[in-house]
Each structure stands twice: as structure tokens, then as C-alpha cells.
């Protein structure tokens, strides 16, 4: 949180307040999709009890998170927002592989 508030202010990154805007009905149908296989994941691995779908529901995650990071950069590089998504991504997937290795060790 402090590297994020440091790039804000360093950048001057004023991210929008209120509900997120897709860039195009790619980034829309794209990010749509991965939180469909993400909870696919999660109910299959609810009821079949195996750990390898509650990985595939973490990687979907990380994937989707790193699709809206790729989608802002790609489209609206000029605000700078990209940064901050892209730190936010690196640290839910640190937290998440962190946890899983503190969960089954």
C-alpha cells in the first residue's frame, strides 16, 4: 500500500472513482470469461475435494488480474493506472502462492 500510494503520487495517477470501465468488449468478454473458469474451478474442486482445481482457481485469478493489467497498459498507457494494477497483481499473487505454501507445508 505505501509503494502504491508513493507511485501515485510520484506519477501523479489519479485513478477514476466508482465502478471499473473496460477499455473494449475484448477486455469485457475476456475478463467475463476467466471469472466464469474461476468459479467453474472452485465449485469443481468443492465437490471433488482435490487440490489441483483449487490451484486452477488461483491461476485463473492471477491470469484474470494480469489480463486487465496487460488490457490498461495496452489501451490507456497515457494515465498511468497500469502501474498500479500491475503492483496490486504481483501482490495478490505473492499473497495467494504464500499462503498456499504456508497452508501445505
Known sequence: MALIKFLKKKYSI????GEYIHMNNTHKWGERGLI????????ISFFSHRILF?????ITLC?????????????????????????????VCIMIIGASILYYV
Not at 14 to 17: G, Q
Request: charged letters at 15%; one cysteine or more.
Open 14 to 17: 489519479v485513478p477514476d472513482p
Open 36 to 43: 466464469q473458469c474461476a468459479i467453474i474451478f472452485l465449485i
Open 54 to 58: 483449487l490451484y486452477f482457481f488461483v
Open 63 to 91: 491470469i484474470g488480474l494480469g489480463f486487465r493489467t496487460f488490457m490498461e497498459y495496452k489501451y490507456e498507457r497515457e494515465q498511468g493506472v497500469y502501474i498500479i494494477t500491475f503492483i496490486e497483481t504481483i501482490g
